[in-house]
């Protein structure tokens, strides 16, 4: 028993920031942000919440499905930014859809919409779903430290879902990964007020040591791509499109090169979004849907990576 995907959908925040918005209060430039990292403006949440933009992505990845809320059997949610810390972000989706089934998150950093599509894929081999919604919703601009120019100018904020069915050959491949290391990128949790925590409370904002994560994408992306041909039993040349994490255009180019790909089948969307975390890549497959260049019968790779170190990857023939 496999999944097949019924339909997809994204949904960003209206506003959108230009580097020359960031350079206004940071000491930093459009040149460097552009040729570091390839991205010139990313959406940030103003008015909008969190939960508005999961929803409006779930809505359209079920109008795109043709599958209402009172159909599905199960909501996972990949976030690790949510509205709320309780309850799951999957549930406030839940309630705003009208569903009634189980709703939970899953929490794997950048790589969390693979590993949610993998929990959905276990609900559907043990018979317990027919049709599941998986979410990927991030709000970036709570965790990242406004006044740290290394890490702030990279992130962004939006969702993006993807209404699957059970039954069919996918995944044709799958591989999740984690090579333990916390501090590389780490967002500490809330503090809280106990008076009994005699514990350092350093601030919930995002650190980084770049360079490491880097090298780790770049890794990652490749070493995966070979796991999932190896899986599938299929050649790298028969893979139609690649929709990797979008976390700097210059770790796809590096992936590009070492692998040996042709690089018009690596989806891009990080110039006007920067990274959404994990709903990088679904919102990269949902464009893909969208402008018609995924088509019926053709190989798909998705590879998310990051925080953890966490990577997911899998390999998808387009129904
Ligand atoms: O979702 C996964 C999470 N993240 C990633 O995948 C990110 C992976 N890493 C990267 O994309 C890159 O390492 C960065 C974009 C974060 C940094 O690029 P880099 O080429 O590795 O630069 P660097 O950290 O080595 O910094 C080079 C210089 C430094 O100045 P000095 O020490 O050479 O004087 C930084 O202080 O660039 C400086 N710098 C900046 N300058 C202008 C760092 N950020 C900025 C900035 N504007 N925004």
Same mark, same amino acid.
């Given at each position: 028993?496999g999944?097949?995907?019924?339909?997809?959908?994204?949904?960003?925040p209206?506003?959108s920031?230009?580097?020359?918005?960031?350079?206004?209060?940071?000491?930093t430039s459009?040149?460097?942000?552009?040729?570091r990292?390839?991205?010139?403006s990313?959406?940030?949440?103003?008015?909008?919440t969190?939960?508005?933009?999961?929803?409006?992505?779930?809505?359209?990845a079920?109008?795109a499905?043709g599958?209402?809320?009172?159909?599905?059997?199960l909501?996972?949610c990949?976030?690790?930014?949510?509205?709320?810390l309780?309850?799951a972000e999957?549930?406030a989706?839940?309630e705003?859809l009208?569903?009634?089934c189980?709703?939970?998150?899953?929490s794997?950093?950048?790589?969390?919409?693979?590993?949610?599509?993998?929990?959905?894929d276990?609900?559907?081999?043990r018979?317990?779903?027919?049709?599941?919604?998986?979410?990927s919703?991030?709000?970036m /601009?709570?965790?990242v430290?406004w006044?740290?120019?290394a890490?702030?100018?990279?992130f962004g904020?939006?969702?993006?879902a993807?209404?699957?069915?059970a039954?069919?050959e996918?995944?044709?491949a799958?591989?999740l990964a984690?090579?333990?290391?916390?501090?590389?990128?780490?967002?500490?949790g809330?503090?809280g007020?106990?008076p009994y925590?005699?514990? @350092?409370?350093?601030? /919930?904002?995002?650190?980084?040591?770049?360079?490491?994560?880097?090298? +780790?994408?770049?890794?990652?992306?490749?070493?995966?791509? @070979?796991?999932?041909?190896?899986?599938?039993g299929?050649s790298?040349?028969?893979?139609?499109?690649?929709?990797f994490?979008q976390a700097?255009?210059?770790?796809?180019?590096?992936a590009v090169?070492r692998?040996?790909?042709d690089d018009?089948?690596v989806?891009?969307a990080?110039?006007?979004t920067?990274?959404?975390?994990?709903?990088?890549?679904?919102?990269?497959?949902?464009?893909l849907?969208?402008?018609?260049?995924? @088509?019926?019968?053709?190989?798909?790779a998705?590879v998310? +990576?990051?925080a953890?170190l966490?990577?997911?990857?899998?390999l998808?023939?387009w129904?």
């Open positions: 028993m999944l097949h995907v019924l339909g997809t959908g994204s949904a960003l209206a506003r920031v230009t580097n020359d918005d960031l350079s206004e209060f940071l000491d459009d040149e460097w942000i552009s040729t990292t390839g991205i010139s990313r959406r940030i949440c103003t008015d909008e969190l939960d508005d933009l999961a929803v409006q992505a779930s809505e359209r079920l109008e499905a599958v209402t809320p009172d159909q599905l059997d909501i996972v990949s976030t690790t930014s949510g509205d709320h309780i309850p999957a549930c989706i839940a705003r009208g569903a009634s189980p709703a939970f998150d899953v794997a950093a950048c790589a969390g919409f693979i590993f949610a599509l993998d929990v959905a276990g609900w559907f081999a018979g317990r779903a027919e049709r599941a919604l998986v979410v919703a991030e709000k /601009s709570r965790l430290d006044s740290d120019r890490t702030c100018v990279l904020d939006g969702a993006a993807a209404v699957l069915g039954g069919g996918n995944p044709l799958t591989h984690t090579e333990p290391a916390v501090d590389i990128l780490h967002v500490p809330i503090g007020s106990s925590d005699g514990s @350092e409370r350093p601030a /919930s904002v995002l650190t980084m040591e770049g360079r490491r994560v880097f090298k +780790f994408g770049v890794n990652a992306i490749c070493s995966s791509v @070979e796991a999932l041909c190896e899986q599938a299929v790298l040349g028969e893979i139609d499109h690649f929709v994490h700097n255009e210059r770790i796809l180019s590096s090169a692998l040996g790909i018009a089948k989806a891009r990080l110039a006007e920067g990274n959404i975390s994990s709903a990088c890549v679904p919102l990269a497959l949902d464009r849907v969208r402008s018609g260049q995924l @088509e019926p019968g053709q190989l798909v998705l998310g +990576f990051g953890g966490d990577t997911g990857a899998c998808l023939r129904e």
